[in-house]
């Protein structure tokens, strides 16, 4: 038989680890993506992208360190490809046809449905606006 106090410390013990635990937990809020300038890859990459890449492409935005897998270092992406840019394999990872495990379906990206919704069904307005946050990830590569 365990002594009262025993059993008071192995409880109290056990509901430190608990909430320490529960703390521990990250948890990514979500929020609607906004509605971006069509044009304008920045701003399209800081809404769609940056949460999990960080502004600067790092892999270090504020929801990266509650995912499972790391998000990638956007700015290395040349030179992890023999120092060429993989602008196809980019414009399909962010249109949703490539997959990327860490993406989970083509509705789960943050970027997915709005980027798909502002086209709708002009595909050519969806595949502008792939090829500008395309463009706007080899701009974010570091020099070599």
Known sequence: MIPKIMRI??????????????????????VAAPQTNAANGQQMYESYCA?????????????ASA?????????VLAK???????ALHVFHTINGEEGIAAHGSKDMPVWGPPLRSTGGDRRAEVRMRTNILTCYVESLQVKQ
């Open 51 to 63: 949460s999990c890449h960080g502004k600067a492409g790092k892999g270090d935005g504020p929801a």
């Open 67 to 75: 995912l499972k897998t790391a998000p990638t270092d956007q700015t």
């Open 9 to 30: 410390l192995i409880c109290g013990l056990a509901m430190l680890a608990v909430a320490s635990f529960a703390a521990d937990q990250k948890v990514i809020k979500k």
């Open 80 to 86: 992890n490809n023999k120092g060429q840019f993989p």
